[in-house]
């Protein structure tokens, strides 16, 4: 069985990441907004989580699928005890500027 999660178009980098987070409190983490044009890509292997940009996090529990902007603020609370989970994040790839070699 294959379970197609997401797909990943154009150029710049992609680092993948297993985050194991474990509940401190009940205030969520706080991510300041990352290069414009980057996207988390998150699958819950374990527990729970509510997730996404400031203000419109979504819950989602183990064998969900959450992509969301991480060019914005955007925050990680965890619900259970702990939580797993495969992050992939999308960088597009940006131009150095400056003269042209002649």
């Known amino acids: 069985m294959v379970r197609e999660l997401d797909q990943i178009y154009g150029f710049g980098y992609v680092r993948t990441s297993l985050i194991r987070h474990t509940r401190t409190g009940h205030a969520p983490v706080i991510h300041r907004s990352h290069r414009p044009g980057t996207l988390h890509h998150v699958y819950v292997i374990s527990g729970s989580v509510s997730i996404g940009p400031a203000g419109e996090q979504v819950r989602a529990g183990r064998g969900d699928f959450v ?10 609370a965890v619900l259970s005890d702990t939580a797993v989970l495969h992050m992939v994040t999308t960088v597009p790839h940006v131009a150095q500027l400056g003269p042209s070699p002649r």
Do not use: F
Not at 67 to 76: A, C, K, N, Q, S
């Open 67 to 76: 992509r969301y902007p991480g060019d914005v603020p955007h925050e990680t």
